[in-house]
C-alpha cells in the first residue's frame, strides 16, 4: 500500500458517507425515513437492489470460487430473472395497494399479530448474522492480507456505516448505493482488463479462454439432477428461484428497497433491470476469476493464498513437509510453463489438452496436500487457520500485480460493497423492529417522530450487534456460501407463509404460525444432518410450511364442525 492508494481508499469512502450524510439528513416522519419519502426512480431501485445483495463477499469470494472451481457458479443465479418476473405480478401490487411500510405487515391484514411477529422474528434473527458477516467478510481478509488489526477493521466499516444510515434512513441508503455501484463497476472492469494486459503478448482473449477452457473452467451448465451436486442448471432454477423468491420478496432489506419507489411502475421496472443485470454481472465477476487463473498459470502463485498459514507452519514441526511441497509446487509450475507454451501455441490436440488436465490436477493435489499440512501445524498450536483460501485469491492478485492507485480503488471497491450490503441490513433491521415489533407490541399510537428517533436507536443498535458479531465470527468454508446457507435455513419457511397469505384465503393465522413453527425446528435439523444441498432447504421449507398448514387448518376446521 503506497500513499497513492490511501488516499484513493480513504478520499473514496470519506466522500460516500459525507454525501450520504448530508443529502438526506432531516427526515422528520416515517414515510421519509422507511420508505425515502418514496422518491426513488426504477434505476436508483435496481442499483440499491443490486448494490444490496452483492456485498464485499461477493467481490471476495466470487473470484475465488471461479478460479477453483470455475464458472458453474453463476447456475446459482439463475432463478433471480424468473423471480423477478413473479414478484413484480404477485408481491408488489399487493404491498404497494396496501401501502404497507414493511412486508410483514401485510401478514397481519391478512393473517394476525402473532404471524406476523413471527415472521419478523426469524428475519431479524438470520439478517441479523448476515449483517456481521457482511462487515467480517472483507475485515478478516483484508486483516490477513495487509496485516491490519482484524477488529479495528470491524469497528471501522460498522461505523461509517452506522453515520449516514442513522443519520438519512432508507434515502442514505439508496443514494449512496448508487455510488458504491459506480466504484464497484469501475473498479471491477479495470481489474479484468488489466488482467488481460498482463498475459504474455501471445495469448489473446480469445486463447485465455481455450486455456480456461481446456482446464474445465469454463463448464457452465450442468443439467445432470444430482441433490450431491450444489450447482446444476436445476438447483438454481428451482431451489434457487425459492431462495431469490423469498429474498426479493419477503427480506425487508430487499423490500425496503423497492417500497420506496415512486409508483408502482418504478418498482416494477427496478426489479426487471437487476433481474435483467443480475446473472450477467455474476458471470463478469466470475469469469475476472477465471482469468486471475490463466494468470497463474503463467506466473507463481503461493501454494496457499492465506497469508496467515505460512506464518502458522513456519513455527510448526510440519515446516520440513510444508518446504517439500512448495518445492514440489515450484516444479508443477516449471512443468506447466512447458505444458501451455505448447497448448497456445498450436492447435490443441487431444494429447495437449490431457496434458493440461493432468498438470492443474497435480496442482490441485498438491494444494489440497498443503491444506493437510496446514491443519496439522494448526493442531499443534490449538489454533484455527481458515485453509480454504477462495476468499484470499482476488485480493492477492490485486496487491500483488496492480499499479499504485488502482490498489487503492479495488480495496475501495470490496469496502464499498461490504458498506452498501451492511447500510441495507441495518436499515431493513431497524425498520422492522422499530414497526414490526417495537410499534405494534409495545408502543402503539406514538407520533411519527418517536417512530423515526426510535427507528435511529434501532439501526445504532443493530449497528453495534453486528460489529460484536464480526468480532467473534470464524470464516466457513466460503463466504458467500455462508450467507446463502443462513438465507436458505430461513427463507424456505418465510416464502410458504406469503404464498400461504396470497393464495390460500381459507388458511387462518393459527394453522400459519403452528406450521411455521414446527417447519422451521425440521428445516434446522435438516440443515445439521445434512439431508441435502442448503439450496434445496428453500424449497423443502417452502413446500412443508404450506403442508403442515393446510393440515392444521383442516384438523381446526373437523373439530370446529364436531364441537358445533
Not at 462487515?135 to 466499516?157: E, F, G, Q, R
Request: aromatic share 14%; proline share 2%; charged share 15%.
Amino acid at each position: 500500500m503506497q500513499t497513492l492508494d490511501w488516499i484513493v481508499l480513504i478520499g473514496t469512502l470519506l466522500t460516500i458517507v459525507i454525501y450520504g450524510t448530508l443529502k438526506t439528513r432531516g427526515s422528520k416522519d416515517v414515510q421519509d425515513y422507511v420508505r425515502g419519502g418514496n422518491s426513488s426512480k426504477w434505476w436508483t431501485i435496481g442499483l440499491s437492489v443490486m448494490a444490496t445483495q452483492a456485498s464485499a463477499i461477493t467481490f471476495l469470494s466470487t473470484p475465488g470460487q471461479a478460479f477453483h472451481d470455475g464458472m458453474g457458479f453463476v447456475q446459482f443465479y439463475f432463478g433471480v430473472p424468473l423471480s423477478m418476473i413473479i414478484i413484480c405480478m404477485v408481491f408488489i401490487p399487493i404491498y404497494h395497494r396496501l401501502k404497507v411500510y414493511t412486508a410483514y405487515e401485510f401478514l397481519e391484514n391478512r393473517f394476525d399479530l402473532k404471524t406476523r411477529s413471527l415472521t419478523a422474528i426469524l428475519f431479524l434473527i438470520q439478517r441479523g448474522l448476515a449483517a456481521g458477516i457482511t462487515i467480517y467478510a472483507p475485515a478478516i481478509i483484508l486483516s490477513a492480507v495487509l496485516d491490519w488489526n482484524l477488529n479495528y477493521l470491524n469497528i471501522i466499516i460498522g461505523i461509517l456505516v452506522i453515520i449516514y444510515t442513522v443519520s438519512g434512513g432508507t434515502k442514505a441508503v439508496s443514494i449512496t448505493q448508487k455510488h458504491q455501484m459506480a466504484v464497484i463497476f469501475a473498479g471491477m472492469f479495470v481489474a479484468f482488463f488489466l488482467i488481460i494486459s498482463y498475459l504474455p503478448a501471445d495469448i489473446t482473449f480469445t486463447k485465455a479462454l481455450d486455456i480456461a477452457g481446456a482446464s474445465g473452467k469454463m463448464d457452465i451448465l450442468n443439467f445432470e439432477f444430482n441433490l450431491e451436486n450444489r450447482y446444476t442448471v436445476w438447483t438454481g432454477l428451482i431451489g434457487g428461484t425459492f431462495l431469490a423468491l423469498s429474498y426479493f420478496g419477503t427480506d425487508q432489506s430487499q423490500v425496503q428497497r423497492y417500497l420506496s419507489g415512486k409508483s408502482m411502475k418504478e418498482m416494477q421496472m427496478g426489479l426487471i433491470f437487476n433481474g435483467l443485470l443480475k446473472v450477467p454481472m455474476q458471470f463478469f465477476i466470475l469469469l475476472v476469476g477465471v482469468m486471475v487463473f490463466v494468470f497463474y498459470q503463467f506466473n507463481a502463485s503461493p501454494i496457499n493464498f492465506n497469508p496467515a498459514t505460512d506464518n502458522v507452519v513456519l513455527y510448526s514441526s510440519c515446516i520440513d513437509d510444508y518446504r517439500m511441497l512448495q518445492a514440489e509446487q515450484q516444479q508443477i509450475f516449471d512443468e506447466k510453463q512447458v505444458i501451455v507454451q505448447q497448448y497456445s501455441n498450436s492447435n490443441p490436440s487431444k494429447e495437449n489438452i490431457k496434458a493440461l488436465q493432468k498438470i492443474n490436477q497435480k496442482d490441485k493435489a498438491n494444494r489440497e496436500a498443503a491444506r493437510i499440512v496446514i491443519d496439522e501445524a494448526a493442531k499443534e498450536f490449538d489454533t484455527k487457520i481458515e485453509t480454504n483460501d477462495k476468499d484470499y485469491v482476488f485480493i492477492h492478485f490485486i496487491l500483488n500485480n496492480l499499479p499504485r492507485g488502482l490498489i487503492g480503488l479495488l480495496l475501495a471497491v470490496i469496502l464499498s460493497a461490504a458498506m452498501s450490503s451492511t447500510a441495507s441490513e441495518l436499515n431493513a433491521l431497524a425498520s422492522t423492529t422499530s414497526l414490526d415489533i417495537y410499534k405494534r407490541n409495545f408502543a402503539e399510537g406514538k407520533e411519527d417522530a418517536h417512530y423515526v428517533r426510535a427507528t435511529k436507536w434501532f439501526t445504532f443498535g443493530w449497528g453495534i450487534l453486528a460489529i460484536i458479531i464480526a468480532c467473534v465470527a470464524y470464516l466457513a468454508d466460503n463466504l458467500i456460501q455462508l450467507v446463502n446457507i443462513i438465507g436458505s435455513i430461513f427463507y424456505g419457511n418465510v416464502l410458504g407463509i406469503f404464498l400461504l397469505a396470497f393464495f390460500f384465503k381459507a388458511i387462518k393465522g393459527n394453522a400459519v404460525f403452528i406450521a411455521a413453527l414446527i417447519t422451521q425446528t425440521i428445516v434446522v435439523i435438516g440443515w445439521w444432518f445434512d439431508w441435502m444441498p442448503y439450496l434445496w432447504l428453500n424449497l423443502f421449507g417452502c413446500a412443508l410450511v404450506m403442508t403442515i398448514a393446510f393440515l392444521i387448518q383442516i384438523s381446526m376446521t373437523c373439530n370446529e364442525r364436531t364441537v358445533s
